[in-house]
């Protein structure tokens, strides 16, 4: 006695689109917590308090943001004398004078290391 199994099945397309329904429907389960979840806010670029004073020193971050350079291009400049040194605050703390920085951006090139 000899059994013949034919494998191939012919599926409705009735009952493919009711599978990709129910597919689609559990997918759409799982994300809906990430897609309802809050994005976060694009960190804050600082930006200046126009109604608050000019501070008498300036921070290295104010520095850098103020010249658009690095740390290590302000800190190579004040070794080679092109820039204003900072003082210092404390211990671990320096800053630079707004005055002398004021002076520098006014003449880069031709700053004499005076302050005014």
Not at 5 to 27: F, H, M, N, R, W
Not at 98 to 103: A, M, P, Q, S, W
Request: proline share 8%.
């Amino acid at each position: 006695m000899s059994i013949h199994t034919d494998l191939s099945l012919s599926i409705p397309a009735v009952v493919i689109d009711q599978i990709a329904e129910e597919v689609a429907a559990k997918v759409i389960a799982r994300l809906r917590p990430m897609l309802e979840k809050p994005v976060a806010a694009p960190a804050r670029t600082r930006e200046p308090d126009l109604d608050r004073p000019l501070p008498t020193f300036l921070r290295i971050r104010d520095i850098v943001d103020r010249l658009g350079v690095c740390r290590a291009t302000v800190y190579r400049w004040v070794n080679e004398g092109r820039f204003p040194s900072s003082v210092s605050l404390g211990s671990n703390s320096v800053a630079w004078r707004r005055v002398d920085i004021e002076e520098w951006e006014r003449d880069p090139g031709g700053w004499t290391g005076t302050a005014t």
